[in-house]
T-cell receptor, first 115, second 112 residues
Framework: DVKVTQSSRYLVKRTGEKVFLECVQD?????MFWYRQDPGLGLRLIYF???????EKGDIPEGYSVSREKKERFSLILESASTNQTSMYLC??????????????FGPGTRLTVL | DAKTTQPPSMDCAEGRAANLPCNHS???????VYWYRQIHSQGPQYIIH???NNETNEMASLIITEDRKSSTLILPHATLRDTAVYYC?????????????FGDGTTLTVKP
């Protein structure tokens, strides 16, 4: 089974702190994604990556950056956390393989609170 | 990706079949229908997908109308653990770096 893990389930940070959210997948997937989920707004794509060192902005990239130095790991960085970044953060991965279903596999999520 | 429309909420009695509809009237010929669900405080989970034929797996069945403008996800014997938000997504596989747009979905509540 595909496993996507996220470094923390719950995280509390202070305004202005630099925050790192880590995501690791164990199925050699090419694509990786970071979403945030807020009540009434659904899942919104922040950034995605289709290969090592490659990244593209999603729908709401402002205030975030990402890093993909290894295929299995995709990091989301909040350079200076703000209270409006309090949210549930979800990581996902998917395969580009020819016989893949192209489905996304999600991690359990990190609930970040910025005080 | 084609736009989808789902009812915001549905109830179902435990042990009964849950039928969740999705409208995708602008679907194009090479777009597949995918279903995911998200149980409270967890990440979304893939359920099933299909192009035009009906599909069944251990979790659910997917019925796609002949004109492909709508589909229905069927949970044959709903349990309380099936209470979740169900998302219907339409997209072409292996394009656009695998991006999917998750709408608001349908909140299914299974009642005892």
């Amino acid at each position: 089974d595909v496993k996507v893990t996220q470094s923390s389930r719950y995280l509390v940070k202070r305004t202005g702190e630099k925050v790192f959210l880590e995501c690791v997948q164990d199925m050699d997937h090419e694509n990786m994604f970071w979403y945030r989920q807020d009540p009434g707004l659904g899942l919104r794509l922040i950034y995605f990556s289709y290969d090592v060192k490659m990244k593209e902005k999603g729908d709401i990239p402002e205030g975030y950056s990402v890093s993909r130095e290894k295929k299995e790991r995709f990091s989301l960085i909040l350079e200076s956390a703000s209270t409006n970044q309090t949210s549930m953060y979800l990581c996902a991965s998917s395969s580009l393989g020819g016989d893949s279903t192209d489905t996304q596999y999600f991690g359990p999520g990190t609930r970040l609170t910025v005080l | 990706d084609a736009k989808t429309t789902q009812p915001p909420s549905m109830d179902c009695a435990e042990g009964r079949a849950a039928n969740l509809p999705c409208n995708h009237s602008t679907i194009s010929g090479n777009e597949y229908v995918y279903w995911y669900r998200q149980i409270h405080s967890q990440g979304p989970q893939y359920i099933i997908h299909g192009l035009k034929n009906n599909e069944t797996n251990e979790m659910a069945s997917l019925i796609i109308t002949e004109d492909r403008k709508s589909s229905t996800l069927i949970l044959p014997h709903a349990t309380l653990r099936d209470t979740a938000v169900y998302y219907c997504i339409v997209r072409v596989p292996r394009t656009n770096a695998g991006k999917s747009t998750f709408g608001d979905g349908t909140t299914l509540t299974v009642k005892p």
